[in-house]
């Protein structure tokens, strides 16, 4: 076995608040980016995105749809409904992300905090995180998992709500 795969099949065991916190603001910046009313996403999306990225089976169905990168803004959501469909018709992955929400709140939760007391996140009254961009250019650019972080962020930015993720993938708040 090489160590590629040892450390592919192993990566939810390296989880740190540093990491998501990485993820977290990654995500905001790109969905920030491509959000065609400028808007920042609510924290809720923040519980749904941090397992599609850490949980290999989520990450793998997300890279796998890497090669349908959209080039312009749209606000049907398309791309993220098709994205969850192949989540939901996938056996590994149906049924599952509710439970790996609950899972990785906790983690979740602690990344949140982290990003906030590293200042590369503002979190609103309104509950929307807003990233500080200046700081997230340092941030490696071929990492997979922060990759994934800015594509789910372009994904989810133009027509994805809460009721649409609780229809799709059952995730209750």
Do not use: W
């Not at 160590?3 to 920030?32: M, R, T, V």
């Amino acid at each position: 076995m090489n160590k590629k795969s040892i450390y592919d099949k192993y990566c939810n065991d390296i989880q740190n608040p540093a990491l998501g916190a990485s993820l977290i603001a990654i995500f905001c910046n790109e969905f920030h980016n491509q959000s065609i009313k400028n808007e920042y996403p609510k924290i809720h999306l923040i519980f749904i995105i941090i397992p599609l990225i850490l949980n290999e089976n989520f990450c793998a169905q997300l890279i796998n749809e890497k090669g349908n990168k959209r080039t312009r803004k749209t606000e049907d959501g398309k791309e993220v409904i098709s994205y969850l469909s192949k989540i939901v018709n996938n056996s590994k992955t149906a049924n599952n992300l509710h439970h790996y929400t609950e899972v990785f709140r906790k983690y979740t939760l602690t990344s949140i905090a982290f990003a906030k007391k590293l200042n590369i996140i503002d979190v609103s009254d309104d509950a929307k995180i807003k990233c500080i961009t200046e700081k997230i250019s340092k941030f490696p650019k071929d990492n997979r998992y922060l990759k994934a972080a800015k594509l789910l962020g372009e994904y989810f930015a133009n027509g994805v709500s809460l009721s649409l993720i609780q229809q799709k993938l059952g995730v209750v708040f």
